[in-house]
Every structure is written in structure tokens, then in C-alpha cells.
């Protein structure tokens, strides 16, 4: 079972996970495939990375039959201590590597 810092963060965690679903429109017609087609049904699949939405969402994805396991290797930042300087530094360090 995990250790939870603060649970009080989930709502937004929730609402941000929901926001780049929305932004990820690939994924999302692959998801709506595998919770139909289940093919990754009985499958095990562990992961170690850098948790951000777009992460979750593809762990979400991958939910539909496969057992999931995840660990963050990078500590998670508050949102709410950081300045939007940070987290536009964030998300362009997340769009070079993902291309």
C-alpha cells in the first residue's frame, strides 16, 4: 500500500488527470478500444517513471485487463508551492522528450 503525503491534493490531481485526457485524443480512442477488446487481459505491467497527467492517463489506458504497477522516480511537487515559471519549465522538458 502507498504512503500518501497529503490526500487533500487527490480532487485537483483528479481534475488535471481529466484535463490532459481531454488533450490526448489518441489515447483516448485506444482506450475506448482495449475496455472492449480487453487485450492486455491476465498481463503484468510494472512501471518506473516520472508520474505527470500525461503518465497517468497512459496507465489508466492500460488498466483495461492489465495488472498495474507503478512507482514514481522523481518526488511529486506541489503544485501549490511552485510558480507557473516551474511548470512551464515542466511541460516543455515533457514535450522535447516525448518527440
Keep these: 500500500m502507498a504512503d500518501i503525503k497529503d490526500a487533500s ?4 490531481g483528479r481534475e488535471r488527470i481529466e484535463w490532459a485526457a481531454g488533450e ?3 489515447l483516448a480512442q485506444i482506450r ?6 480487453r487485450p492486455l487481459q491476465g498481463i503484468r505491467i510494472a512501471a518506473c517513471l516520472h ?3 500525461e503518465t497517468a492517463n497512459l ?8 495488472q498495474r504497477y507503478c512507482c514514481r522516480v522523481q518526488p511529486v511537487v506541489d503544485p501549490r508551492r511552485r510558480g507557473r515559471r516551474a511548470h512551464r519549465a515542466e511541460r516543455r522538458r515533457d514535450v ?3 518527440g
Design 59 to 66: 496507465m489508466e489506458t492500460l488498466a483495461a485487463g492489465a
Design 9 to 12: 491534493l487527490a480532487t485537483t
Design 24 to 26: 490526448m485524443p489518441v
Design 32 to 37: 475506448e478500444r482495449f475496455e472492449k477488446e
Design 51 to 53: 508520474v505527470t497527467t
Design 96 to 98: 522535447r522528450d516525448q
